[in-house]
């Protein structure tokens, strides 16, 4: 009887393990430090960027996207040598972690990621600056920030930030957004229709610290 004992106890043991150590494991997204040196293969800092140094992250990146109106590819950009002006932040709410990149200094094109206890969900972030400009349906009435549903989602983070710290993290995020619409322009004070149909396929490595307020 000794052996059998000495078997269920250890599986005991190493069930607790398991358990304990599934317990940090975080839906959705991958923990690794080794991005670091991938990311900053895509990311170039510049003197102009500094006066942004104590709000938010700002450098030009990589623009890796396809886009798409009406379901027809409109705009390919694979080449990681040309870049451009990207922004990225990370903030705590009560135990909810958010991570947001775009290009664009005000308004903008990127990504949004929500972490909420053991779930990550990566939605595509699009934002506008003077005035609302996007809508998740045809008829709906126009906004200026939407976090559209994508799908092939992937994301890598170096690390989870310490919600009491400031600290700089790294990460790369890729997805395949649903379709969203967007203003075609103005005449005479009013909305020229159709609106445009759009989506977006994007990869992004990005460098993110926590926002200053």
Request: aromatic share 12%; glycine share 6%; proline share 3%.
């Amino acid at each position: 009887m000794r052996i059998p004992i000495a078997i269920l106890t250890l599986c005991i043991i190493l069930s607790d393990c398991s358990q304990s150590k599934n317990s940090n494991i975080i839906k959705g997204l991958t923990i690794d430090p080794k991005i670091k040196p991938e990311v900053e293969k895509h990311i170039e800092d510049s003197k102009e960027f500094d006066a942004f140094k104590n709000k938010m992250e700002v450098y030009a990146n990589s623009m890796l996207v396809e886009s798409f109106e009406n379901d027809s590819l409109i705009f390919r950009s694979t080449d990681s040598s040309k870049k451009q002006i990207f922004k990225s932040f990370y903030l705590w709410k009560n135990d909810t972690l958010t991570i947001d990149g775009a290009f664009g200094l005000f308004g903008g094109i990127g990504f949004g990621i929500d972490i909420i206890k053991n779930n990550a969900t990566l939605y595509h972030m699009l934002s506008s600056d003077d005035f609302p400009e996007f809508a998740y349906n045809e008829k709906d009435s126009l906004v200026f920030r939407l976090q559209v549903p994508c799908t092939g989602t992937k994301i890598v983070l170096s690390e989870i930030p310490d919600s009491a710290k400031s600290q700089v993290i790294y990460g790369y995020v890729e997805f395949k957004s649903a379709n969203y619409f967007a203003e075609n322009g103005q005449q005479d004070g009013h909305e020229i229709f159709p609106r445009q149909k759009l989506r977006n396929n994007m990869r992004i490595y990005f460098r993110s610290s926590r926002l200053s307020l």
